[in-house]
Each structure stands twice: as C-alpha cells, then as structure tokens.
T-cell receptor, first 114, second 111 residues
Framework: AQSVTQPDIHITVSEGASLELRCNYS??????LFWYVQSPGQGLQLLLK??????LVQGIKGFEAEFKRSQSSFNLRKPSVHWSDAAEYFCAVGPPGSARQLTFGSGTQLTVLP | NAGVTQTPKFQVLKTGQSMTLQCAQDMNHEYMSWYRQDPGMGLRLIHYSVGAGITDQGEVPNGYNVSRSTTEDFPLRLLSAAPSQTSVYFCASSKENYGYTFGSGTRLTVV
C-alpha cells in the first residue's frame, strides 16, 4: 500500500527566509506526486504536481519541488517566504497513471514570523 | 465559474440521524471524490467516482453511501451518524490527471 510521510508537523520561519518542507513516500513504482496548500477554514489548493520527466517542477506562488527517486522524496521549496504563505501544506501520492486515489500525508503547519 | 460547491458548510447531528452532504461541480470533470480530514491524519478517501453511474470505495467507506447520477453531482450520505464521523468533509473533482479541485468543506459534528 502506498503511504506518505511528512516528518515535520510544524515549521516556523522568518519572512524572507528560505523554506523546505519534507515529503517521503512509499510505493513500488514512481507514483504521481502532489503538493497542496490549505489556508484556515478553506479547501485545498493545488501548488504543483509531478508525473514524469524533469525532476524539478515549478508551481504557483513561487514554489518548486524536486523529485528524488533514490530517496523516495518530493520536497517542497521556496527561496523567500512571505507572510501570506502561512498555512498547512499537504503532500499526496497517487498510483502511476491515476491522480484519482490520492493518499495524503498528515500535513505540515507553516508559521511565518514577521 | 463556481468550481466545486459543498453544502452545508456546518452541520450538527445527533447520533443515529441521517443526512446528505451535497457536492456539485460545474467544470465537467469526470472524477469526483469525498475525503474526510481529521487532526493529525491528513485527508482520507471515503468514496470516489470516475464518471456518472460509477462509484467505488476508498480507504474509509464504512457508514457512508454515494451515488453519481449526473456528471455534476456527487452527494455523500451518512446512514446513521456516529460521533466517530465528526470531521471536516471535502469534495473534490478532477479532469484526467490534472489534480483535484477541492470544495471549501463541510464541518460536521455528531453529538
């Protein structure tokens, strides 16, 4: 069965600092990979996705993620965090060829200090 | 373009009551899913549908029913509410493998 681990429950960074959120997955083949963001009281918004090809993918709001097959990781990064980035971030995986049955990680809560 | 619309936004039920959470999308997406979100557990898939007339179970289907009579609508029915079903419920839709668009959620409390 596929699984997703987000080892950091809560991360605090200062505005303008760089950010990296970790995501590790367990799956027999290369799955489809996603990062979502959730603001308080809102639904989830897709930040970026990886299906195949270039292992560095760009998303919205200045985020990027790098797929590393050898480490089974798909870490999310942003060079300079803005106060509006404070939210909860979820990594998700789906079977190859399908983005329908997603398995989500437990989330990382990001706090941004002024 | 409304996207994915969920109603109601908040609901309190008594144990044993039944209710239907509504979900509608206007993007002509063939895939729709229901997830529940509980603290520290991320989102877990309840049921999903790959098109009108086709539904299947996800990770946590017990206590829930779904149907998909049209492309637009995917209601979730709680047959006999239990306190363990207290959660935030999200409906999502997707076209092919573009990634899900989520509704804003229904916060359900069962007392």
């Amino acid at each position: 069965a596929q699984s997703v681990t987000q080892p950091d429950i809560h991360i605090t960074v200062s505005e303008g600092a760089s950010l990296e959120l970790r995501c590790n997955y367990s799956y027999g083949a290369t799955p489809y990979l996603f990062w979502y963001v959730q603001s308080p009281g809102q639904g989830l918004q897709l930040l970026l996705k990886y299906f195949s090809g270039d292992t560095l993918v760009q998303g919205i709001k200045g985020f990027e993620a790098e797929f590393k097959r050898s480490q089974s990781s798909f870490n999310l990064r942003k060079p300079s965090v803005h106060w509006s980035d404070a939210a909860e971030y979820f990594c998700a995986v789906g079977p190859p060829g399908s983005a329908r049955q997603l398995t989500f990680g437990s989330g990382t809560q990001l706090t941004v200090l002024p | 373009n409304a996207g994915v619309t969920q109603t109601p936004k908040f609901q309190v039920l008594k144990t044993g009551q039944s209710m239907t959470l509504q979900c509608a999308q206007d993007m002509n997406h063939e895939y729709m899913s229901w997830y529940r979100q509980d603290p520290g557990m991320g989102l877990r898939l309840i049921h999903y549908s790959v098109g009108a007339g086709i539904t299947d179970q996800g990770e946590v289907p017990n206590g829930y029913n779904v149907s998909r009579s049209t492309t637009e609508d995917f209601p979730l029915r709680l047959l006999s509410a239990a306190p363990s079903q207290t959660s935030v419920y999200f409906c999502a839709s997707s076209k092919e493998n573009y990634g899900y668009t989520f509704g804003s959620g229904t916060r359900l409390t069962v007392v």
